[in-house]
Every structure is written in C-alpha cells, then in structure tokens.
C-alpha cells in the first residue's frame, strides 16, 4: 500500500465516528462506537503502529526529534506525516466525543453543538474554543468539571 493510499484510508476512517457524533448524538450505536472510546483506540493503535515504525524500524528522517527542525524533519518522511495526522485525528475525535457528551449533560441543544463539532473536526481546537464560547454564553461558565 502506498503511503498515499494510507492517508486516505485514515481520513476515511475517522469519517463514520464524526458523522454518529453529528447525526445521531444520543443513539446506541454512537454510545459505543465512539464514547466507549473504540475508535480513538482504534486510531491510537495506527499512532502506535506509526510511532514503532519509526523509532525502531527507521521509517522517519534520521533528523527528527523535539526541536523546530527535528519536527520538519519528522513531517518530511510521509511515515511521519502519517504518525503527526493520526495523533491529531486521535484527539480531535476525543474532544468532540466530549463536547458531545458535556453538552447532553448540560442540555445544550444539540443544534447548538454541531458548529463546534465541525470545528473541532475541521480545525481541531477551534471547536473547542467554540464550544467554550457557547457554554460561557449558555451560563455553564468555562469549568472542565463532568459534574
């Protein structure tokens, strides 16, 4: 398979999860699938596959690391620009799990939801400041509490 098809497959991936979460927030199938945390899971395990592949296997730039340069070395081999894609994939799916399930927890309508689970599905912390927004205008303040 070749590195390309790879990334299409994970974007495709990620699609069904989001489209439960968008569609049919409050069913079954969206309890399991998504807030039982199966498809992070799923998506984490490709991160790990990834991580492996690079750090034992040698599928990165020799040059990657923690710097500036070593993170452009990183995304310059398309292994690591499958690994940095399936980590933001990872969370962004978690916290529009959990913009999700605090919004039914706190009876925001869900129509009121969607723009910040598009955000964070499109642009990640976007939907999050977002939703922060909304819960601030909606009087649930900025608390990260479940309760």
Same mark, same amino acid.
């Given at each position: 398979m070749s590195?390309?098809?790879?990334f299409i *497959? !994970?974007? !495709?991936m990620v699609l069904p999860a989001w489209a439960l979460l968008l569609i049919l927030?409050?069913?079954n199938l969206t309890r399991t699938a998504v807030h039982s945390m199966l498809w992070p899971i799923l998506m984490g395990a490709i991160y790990a596959t990834s991580l492996i592949a690079a750090m034992v296997f040698g599928l990165s730039d020799p040059d990657a690391g923690f710097t500036l340069s070593g993170?452009?070395?990183l995304f310059s081999h398309p292994n690591g620009v499958i690994l940095g894609w399936s980590h933001y994939m990872v969370f962004d799916l978690f916290v529009g799990a959990w913009i999700a399930r605090d919004g039914q927890r706190r009876? *925001?309508?869900h129509w009121k939801l969607i723009p910040c689970l598009l955000g964070a599905f499109l642009f990640g912390p976007v939907g999050l +400041? +977002?939703?922060a *927004? !909304?819960?601030? +205008?909606s009087g649930h303040g900025f608390t990260l509490q479940e309760s």
């Open positions: 590195w390309e098809t790879g *497959i !994970l974007n !495709l927030p409050r069913s993170v452009q070395a009876a *925001i309508a +400041l +977002l939703y *927004i !909304l819960r601030w +205008l």
